[in-house]
């Protein structure tokens, strides 16, 4: 398999999953803006934080857009500048299919398609403007299709294996820039100016990440911020938590990873380090400390895992052949 065809899997998937990552946090945080009384720099900023585009949004708009919803919502859905907003995130995904559509599968590209097709036509717009709820819920609609679909009928081998490995350390750097956001929440600190609205956060970060019903069933009765944390940090049953998404991209890594080569150790070892640190935490400890700076460790040991993988399968640089000495008669 070569080099641009396995980057180009790896990031068809990271694109997908962040446009459904964008999609659902602008449903939630709509949601709680309607329902509740945020303090004005936790309404609309953090999304922005979320996506890494704090600096850049600021730059374009000014301070003062930073509490105006209907651009950060615009930015986040339609901006072609940003790339992290869902029209790029999309356009991403599409054109890293397009080339190498000879890899994917029909169905996937057929999917794919009628997303970008969608966006692109006036209904799109015509719905963010009367529904934004329902416009968001829709985009998530499409990735989570687009996903069954690779998951029915891609063959799971080496191409599958990379979409893997990237939707899932995708999810997994997600869901800890998410809990990072909120972490004064997991504390209780005093940064939140009431217990119902310390709920409401915890009740928000879960909704995010599809975990509102997985977290009741599995810890009934016991709402906190460090059971939301351990939930979305540790638990090995839910696909959206750093432990399972780091358990299925070192699955994928190892299946990638050639037998008895030097190939791929870096990025297996960072993998495993990560992975062992989340899963070994102790999570109520953390909490009390300060859980800030370890989400932050943990996101920024995610990207260097990604950032290895990029070294090692993509850009790597060969050493040359070494040839005979050819002697002359």
Known sequence: MISRVAESCYWL???????????????????????TVLPDHRRWQPLLVV?????????????????????????????????ASIFSSVRHARENARTMRETISLEMWNSLNRCWIWLNEDDSRRLYDADRQDFYERVSDYCQLFNGIFYKTMLH????????LGLHLER???????????????????????????????I???????????FFKKRKGSLSGPEVAKFLLQ???FPSSVAYA??????????????????GQRSRDLLQKVRAGVVGLDVDRAVEMDIH??????????AEVSKAIGEEYFYAVLPEPEWPEVREA
């Open 13 to 35: 998937m990271r694109y997908t999953e962040r446009c459904d990552t964008t999609a659902r946090l602008l449903r939630v945080q709509t949601g709680m803006v309607l329902d």
């Open 51 to 83: 996506s890494g585009e704090g600096p850049s949004f600021e730059e374009r708009f000014g301070a003062r857009a930073l509490a105006d919803g209907e651009q950060v919502q615009e930015y986040l859905t339609w901006d072609d500048l940003n790339p």
């Open 157 to 164: 081998e080496e191409p599958f294996d990379f979409m893997r």
């Open 172 to 202: 997994a750097g997600q869901t800890a820039r998410i809990l990072d956001l909120h972490h004064h929440a997991l504390r209780g600190s005093g940064d939140v100016p009431s217990e119902a609205l310390g709920a409401a956060e915890w």
């Open 204 to 214: 928000a970060i879960l909704r995010t990440r599809y975990a509102y019903e997985p």
């Open 235 to 237: 638990e090995p049953a």
């Open 246 to 263: 780091l358990t299925m991209a070192q699955a994928a890594l190892d299946r990638i990873k050639p037998q008895g080569s030097p190939i």
């Open 293 to 302: 700076d370890v989400l932050t460790h943990i996101v920024d040991q995610t």
